[in-house]
Nanobody
């Protein structure tokens, strides 16, 4: 019903920036929220942030606040995760997900992308 594709990952030096994209296709609703999660090797998947369907509500966790921002371009059906001042601790596979509304819980999301790798060198 909904397909999500992440892109924009790669290798970046500590202090650098990356912009991840989450492109959605298929049946979507304007009220759908998009969440960003990340998972490092041997770690549980953790919530990073979320944005509402209309883009008016955004939230990121304290560990990335001031460095990461989430935005969306509904004309392109794409959500972005702008990551600045990257740290080695940010290295992970990043996933986007969509559900009926914004949520911090993995279980609340119905559709997931395949993930994109972010590597940060020190």
């Amino acid at each position: 019903q909904v397909q999500l594709v992440e892109s924009g990952g790669g290798l970046v030096q500590a202090g650098g920036s990356l912009r991840l994209s989450c492109a959605a296709s298929g049946r979507t609703f304007s009220s759908y929220g998009t969440g960003w999660f990340r998972q490092a090797p041997g770690k549980e998947r953790e919530f990073v942030g979320t944005i509402s369907g209309n883009g008016r509500y955004t939230y990121v966790v304290d560990s990335v606040k001031g460095r990461f921002t989430i935005s969306r371009d509904n004309a392109k059906n794409t959500v972005y995760l702008q990551m600045n001042s990257l740290e080695p601790e940010d290295a992970a596979v990043y996933y986007c997900a969509q559900g009926l509304s914004t949520s911090v819980y993995v279980r609340s999301y119905d559709y997931w992308g395949q993930g994109t790798q972010v590597t940060v060198s020190s």
